[in-house]
């Protein structure tokens, strides 16, 4: 059954914000992934207090992926679902057990960028074509990412 969708944003806007949002769920999806094996895998004397950053940053990342994708369902598109769907989309690179700590804490502080610029488009589209519930969502979103970018950096003692 085909029913209309009509929640004020055209057919052709749905399926774009839903493939802009759906690249930011890949990018959430792939950073928490990373964040949660650095969590179990990183070492140093500093083991302590990363395994908690880790943590912190990877709980509040797999709380937003299912608002993300709720969202791409309330646009009328389907959510990507698997592991080949996320890989597919996302720009961000598997993390390496083997890494040193200074490594994770750098890499997951480039990645959290990336994931802001990411976000950045969602929001430049979302602004294009009116949809200001998704504008907000993304908006959230980088809130969050650039405060775990903070507390990297602050972690590697720079600015
Ligand atoms: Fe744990």
Request: aromatic residues 8%; charged residues 25%; negative net charge.
């Amino acid at each position: 059954m085909a029913e209309k969708i009509d929640i004020g944003i055209s057919d052709k806007d749905r399926a774009a914000l839903a493939q802009a949002l759906s690249k930011a769920l890949a990018d959430t999806y792939a950073l928490y992934l990373k964040t949660h094996g650095y969590h179990w895998n990183v070492r140093g004397p500093n083991f302590s207090s990363l395994h908690a950053l880790f943590m912190d940053q990877y709980t509040e990342q797999w709380a937003a992926l299912d608002e993300i994708a709720e969202r791409i369902r309330a646009l009328g598109e389907f959510a990507p679902q698997s592991g080949g769907a996320f890989g597919n989309l996302t720009a961000i690179k598997d993390g390496d057990p083997e890494n040193g700590w200074e490594a994770m804490v750098g890499e997951l502080k480039t990645d959290h960028e990336t994931v802001i610029a990411t976000l950045g488009d969602v929001i430049a589209l979302g602004e294009k074509v009116g949809d200001d519930v998704t504008v907000d969502l993304a908006t959230g979103r980088r809130t969050a990412h650039q405060k775990h970018a903070w507390m990297l950096r602050s972690t590697l003692g720079a600015k």
